[in-house]
């Protein structure tokens, strides 16, 4: 099959042919119809993670069930599954109290070594590692039961796919990790594909004022549409000033969602006291914040770093999804236009350039 294949910290992906393995134990074999370009996988493909390499990537991943390990309980061939990287085992202390996302063993998603490799490359049959054991960069996908969600049929694969990270990451934020509450004030910092989440999230959860906030004067109308009913432009005025001028005692919650020391920063400025900064943004590893720790103490703000949304992907992606059929929750407008997955690298160059929405790779 065909994959797009990551060779070098470079950013760039190289497609190639490869062979998947048939599934075993409780791993699900899903052919790929959509898989959202997300801007971690980019910040993968150019630094240096930790993740072994070669590595194929992907891990917004809508699709249908063509095979199913011995030991596979949820899925029969044919349903229609969303994949998330949130890898979880299901019976620690952590996952029992519903906290999946902080599973104590999530290492037992991936494939045991004595059962051999996932995914192979034709040209030499060495190993492709498929990152957070999704690998959706590929016409199949080989996933452990965990990490997928059975959806709706009527539920379009491209819109699907981005429950996956994009919706669960922006809207969980909001509605599971920073508990927004009807009347509450919500900032956030950068307007791609999950900080609209943020907003549609913060507006489900019924927030009074939502500040969207970013570089680009072209995402105001966007950021509207999902919820904000504010947005200031980055560079054209002083964003502590302006969230002050607007709510003088600052929001009750600000998002960080770019990963940049200068708007993590910015975020724990814009709180008024006891509420709290919410860091989502993926920096890069040599990243660091410097904070007043008199000022935290004093103004009691929360600062806490958000990983998926603190979503348990069987509780919500089904959650939205329905809310979604429903016309209650905004999927369609983010799909900003469907690829071809030869085309992974100039898709990846406009989402530098600032793109506001998701591209979806849909055809192999």
């Avoid at 492709?128 to 379009?156: D, Y």
């Avoid at 990790?177 to 489900?204: Q, W």
Wanted: overall charge negative; aromatic content about 4%; hydrophobic content about 45%.
């Amino acid at each position: 099959m065909k994959a797009a294949v990551l060779n070098a910290n470079e950013g760039r992906f190289d497609v190639q042919d490869v062979t998947i393995d048939a599934p075993k134990g409780r791993e699900v074999l899903v052919e790929v119809k959509a898989c959202g370009l997300c801007h971690s996988d980019l910040h993968m493909a150019e630094a240096n993670y930790g993740l072994p390499l070669p590595a194929l990537l992907g891990h917004e991943i809508a699709g249908v069930v063509k095979g199913i390990g011995p030991d596979v309980r949820e899925f029969a061939i044919g349903d229609h599954v969303v994949g998330s990287l949130i890898q979880f085992c299901g019976h620690c202390q952590t996952c029992l109290s519903g906290r999946t996302y902080q599973c104590e063993n999530p290492s037992e998603t991936l494939r045991p070594a004595a059962d051999g490799q996932r995914v192979t490359r034709d040209s030499d049959g060495s190993p492709v590692h498929p990152a957070w054991g999704t690998g959706g960069f590929a016409e199949q996908a080989l996933v452990h039961e965990n990490q997928l969600v059975k959806v709706p049929a009527e539920l379009p694969f491209a819109q699907a796919s981005l429950l996956g990270c994009g919706v669960i990451t922006g809207a969980g934020a909001a509605i599971n990790t920073a508990g927004v509450r009807p009347g509450d004030t919500v900032a956030v910092i950068g307007v791609g594909g999950v900080g609209l989440n943020v907003i549609s999230g913060a507006k489900l959860a019924g927030a009074d004022r939502i500040i969207a906030i970013d570089a680009l004067a072209s995402k105001e109308e966007m950021a509207r549409k999902f919820g904000a009913t504010d947005f200031l432009n980055a560079k054209e005025v002083d964003v502590v000033e302006a969230v002050h001028a607007l709510l003088p005692r600052g929001v009750h919650h600000a998002f960080e969602v770019i990963g940049l020391q200068a708007t993590a920063e910015q975020a724990v400025r814009l709180v008024r006291p006891g509420g709290g900064a919410y860091l989502i943004g993926v920096p890069r590893p040599e990243t660091k914040i410097s904070l007043s720790q008199i000022d935290l103490l004093v103004r009691q703000v929360d600062l806490r770093g958000v990983f998926m949304g603190s979503s348990n992907i069987k509780r919500d992606i089904p959650m939205y999804a329905d809310l979604y059929l429903q016309g209650r929750f905004n999927l369609d407008d983010l799909v900003a236009r469907e690829v071809n997955i030869s085309e992974i690298n100039e898709a990846y160059d406009d989402l530098k350039k600032g793109a506001i929405a998701r591209t979806v790779v849909t055809s192999f």
